[in-house]
C-alpha cells in the first residue's frame, strides 16, 4: 500500500536533506518545490526516491 504525505512535507524533506548536503539557501526551496511537485503530476523523474534513499 502506498503511503501518502503532504506536499509540504515532502518539500520541507527536500529542503532539510539539502541543508544537510551545504546545498545553497535559494537552491534548496525551489529544487525541493519542483522535485514533488513533478513527482505530484505523475511525471515520476525518481526524484523524490533518490532523495530518500540517499538520507
Given at each position: 500500500?502506498?503511503?501518502?504525505?503532504?506536499?509540504d512535507?515532502?518539500?520541507?524533506?527536500?529542503?532539510s536533506?539539502?541543508?544537510?548536503?551545504?546545498?545553497?539557501?535559494?537552491?534548496?526551496?525551489?529544487?525541493?518545490?519542483?522535485?514533488v511537485?513533478?513527482?505530484?503530476?505523475?511525471?515520476?523523474?525518481?526524484?523524490?526516491?533518490?532523495l530518500?534513499?540517499?538520507?
Amino acid at each position: 500500500m502506498i503511503r501518502r504525505k503532504s506536499i509540504d512535507k515532502l518539500i520541507n524533506f527536500g529542503i532539510s536533506f539539502m541543508t544537510k548536503r551545504s546545498v545553497p539557501e535559494d537552491h534548496e526551496a525551489y529544487t525541493s518545490r519542483i522535485i514533488v511537485e513533478t513527482e505530484a503530476f505523475r511525471s515520476s523523474t525518481h526524484g523524490l526516491v533518490k532523495l530518500y534513499s540517499c538520507k
